[in-house]
């Protein structure tokens, strides 16, 4: 394992598997892997299940079994205090990968909202599109020193929104943007991850008020606040 620091708040950790074939979908640009640390560690939970979290692969090479895992350093839970302290020569149980959802490549448009949780994933699809595809994405992040860059061949534009010292999930500024963006006609689909309540009041805005169809709308909430473990 390699362990290299993408913004103060994001680790990449490069993993290399040991099976000889990676099951990857090559027509997913999404695809999740359910990960858990080695047994018997520090945080194993004694007696029960293995503990385990779910990330997207930000970048795989089928052939050398290389998988890019980017890791938000946010919150006191399991998986953030395994990634603080991973180091090159650590082991990692997996399970997967499995295909996640992933906006039609036939859309008229494409709508994108997430906080740094879904940035990885919202990368990847980004990085997917077809050339000349409109998307607009909205990122909501703790401050300017954890925008990434974001690269793609659709017709890409970027609301990069900042916290500022708030906390995760209380601004309600993702919603807003949303709200206020120029909306796109045509067959749009809308892809939203993050924290489950402003998740399920984006939703309902597309649903409702934009009539987005239902097999046109991906949402996701990732955490939840409150919950122990989650961002702060």
């Known amino acids: 394992m390699a362990v290299a620091p993408l913004t103060p708040a994001m680790l990449r950790l490069t993993v290399q598997v040991e099976e000889p074939h990676l099951p990857l979908d090559p027509s997913c640009p999404n695809q999740v892997l359910r990960l858990s640390p080695p047994a018997g ?7 029960a299940r293995p503990a385990s979290r779910t990330y997207t692969i ?7 079994g290389l998988i890019d895992l980017d890791v938000v350093l946010h919150g006191d839970g399991l998986f953030v205090r395994w990634a603080r ?3 090159p020569g650590d082991a990692l149980d997996f399970t997967g990968p499995r295909p996640h959802a992933v906006p039609s490549p036939a859309a008229d ?10 940035l990885p994933a919202l990368a990847a699809l980004a990085e997917a599109a077809p050339a000349g595809l409109p998307m607009h994405a909205v990122v909501e992040v703790a401050d300017a020193g954890e925008e990434l860059p974001l690269e793609s061949a659709a017709d890409l534009r970027v609301t990069w929104l900042h916290r500022d010292g708030a906390a995760a999930g209380t601004t ?3 919603e807003r943007a949303v709200r206020s963006l120029p909306w796109p006609g045509g067959a749009v689909d809308v892809w ?3 924290e489950a309540g402003e998740v399920r009041a984006i939703r309902r805005f597309a649903s ?3 009539g987005v169809e ?3 709308l991906h949402a996701f909430g990732y955490w939840r606040r409150g919950r122990a473990g989650s961002p702060a």
């Open 85 to 87: 302290a991973a180091a």
């Open 58 to 64: 930000r970048r795989a090479d089928p052939a050398s």
């Open 172 to 174: 309600g500024a993702l």
């Open 192 to 194: 939203v991850a993050g």
């Open 214 to 216: 239902r097999d046109r």
């Open 208 to 210: 409702i008020e934009r």
């Open 109 to 118: 448009a494409v709508v994108m909202a997430t906080d740094e949780t879904g």
């Open 41 to 47: 560690g520090a945080d194993a939970l004694s007696g």
